[in-house]
């Protein structure tokens, strides 16, 4: 479904990703784990998009197509979504507005018809109650205002409305209390199938409790020391990240 | 096209044919007014961008053109009838180039107190309401459009409400401008008296039929009497070779709540001022504004709040969305005077540019010579949020679309406090269709 070789990323001149590759099949989850400022986010933003960051080198497959030459909307069209370590307020928009804008747009770039309002309101019912959001969300600004944990939450039903094919989700359990963890998990579970693939950034072991890996790459600066199954992230949980260093040097050298 | 010097002297001129043809208009005590102030006019100067209060607005175009007072001519109702709201378009008042035009002015179901007409009617009548309360708000010993207003006192939009009436639905008044290829001065003089417990909303609206060059220099005053309600909105959509001069002047009585929408999107250059005075305690002022401009136009809003007694509140929020080589002028100024205590007054003014030679200066000013007083102001000018940006279109939203809906949401806290639906949907759509380029 996606494969990223070689890719070298820069931000104000400074690269920050250095030679990434990674192969993602359909039906699979990937964890990225890896010490703060290690790139996991410049990662998952390059995928989406996100013009400041700067492919210097690389290349980037999704489904056969080339990512890199897409807009940030078209890659969302084509089925990838980003659910934001930082989700931004937007104060004005309401959330229900967001959602069905999203939603028809993508309807239209694949030829399908626009849902009218109703057909909308029953599908976003139906997602509001599998992430256990509440009503009064929806009428609201897009995360003005929102606890943290809400606005993950949000992310999620973001998630489940747009039935993306890749997503790509940073950090997604971070500052989440266990109920609002487990209800993400299961909002990303529950939307698993062998047609779609999830890429997890995440510090902690615990949501890997619930959304099982299928790999762990780890990375650092810029570059994946080490890949492996579900057991790398409990390594890592217990050692932190300081014995990679040397696997580093193995790498580089 | 003349000199700049002479073009006072070219007005000077047109006050003696003007007063020829008022016969016996010119016996009405209103003509001493005009005779003062065609003195005032005469003593005055035109600014230029060494007048402080006009330092960012170079009015030399206008200055440049000799305009002559609009004919009044007659128009087909199909010429008219795009510019009226839905639904809300019972009780309209219409004039064409200046001129009350009868033929599309109309009301229905207004309590009989009150009956909206034209200021020449008033005068003709000899009515108390004008001899007490004209020209005593727009001062024209300082401002020269007003003396020029005042001068060419003629006609305009005339609305008295009496004591204790509610009237529930909005008056609509069109100002249209068909130049017919003529340089053409339209000076519409509003005046609007609203009765002790009395509600009533207003909706000037100023378009035009054509893409001549023309001038509209309207003077508008308001008393909201002792405990009225008084919603005011003024949608500015004159061509984009006109000029347009706007002074209004509110005098706001005892526990009176005035609430204002100033709603810019048309003129070459366009001056607009609101000045507000709070001559008793417990009175409340909402002023808004909304700007929206393009291309190379020019708009400089300026406003006044003058807490001249205690216990009043006042907030002014205006938003400007500027594109191209466009250019805006923010001044608002709130004075709280000595004995205004418990006073509170909140000013803002946002700004967003959507090009790299569009401009804005704004200046909120704050006044303060009272100690127990809760006041703030604030003013921003920048860009579309470009993180927000980038979110947007992460959800599959093109560029062009998820520009429009930031602007929407940069515009609608303006917008929404709109209570006037047909209008706050017109604008919505005026929004859409400038900025959602797939539709248009
Ligand atoms: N806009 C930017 N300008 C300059 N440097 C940046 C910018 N964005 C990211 N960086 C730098 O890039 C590096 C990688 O940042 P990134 O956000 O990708 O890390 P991360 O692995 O997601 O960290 P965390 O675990 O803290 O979320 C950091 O050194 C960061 O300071
Ligand atoms: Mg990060």
Redesign the interface.
Known sequence: MLEIKNLHASIEGKEILKGISLKINAGEVHAIMGPNGSGKSTLAQVLAGRKEYVVTSGEVLFEGKNLLDLSPEDRAREGIFLAFQYPVEIPGVSNTNLLKTAINEIRKYRGEEQLDAMEFLTILKKKMKLVEMDQSLLSRAVNEGFSGGEKKRNEILQMAVLEPKLSILDETDSGLDIDALRVVANGVTKLRSKDTASIVVTHYQRLLNYIIPDFVHVLYNGRIVKSGTKELAFELEEKGYDWLKDQKELVEG | MSQIPDIKKWYISNFETFENSLNGGSLKPIHQVRKEAIADFSKLNFPTTHDEDWRFTNITPLLKHDFISGERIKLKHKEIKNFLFKKISDNLLVFVNGHYAPEFSKSKNLPEEIKPGSLADEIEKGSEIVDKYLGKYANCKTQIFTALSTAFTQDGAFIYVPDNLIVDVPINILFITATGGKKILSQPRNLFVVGKNSQISIVERYVTLDDGIYFTNVVSEIVAGENSIVNHIKIQEEGLNAFHVSRTEIDQEKNSNFTSYSISLGGEISRNDVNSKFNDEGGECTLNGLYLLTGSQLYDTHSLVDHAKPHCTSHENYKGILDDNSRGVFNGKVIVRKDAQKTNAFQENKNIILSDNALVDTKPQLEIFADDVKCSHGATVGQL????L??????????D??RS??I???A??VIKSIKIEPVKNYLEEILERRFNKEIS
């Open positions: 949020d470009e993180d927000s980038f979110y947007l279109k992460s959800r599959g939203i093109g560029e679309k998820a809906i930031l929407h949401a940069f609608s806290d």
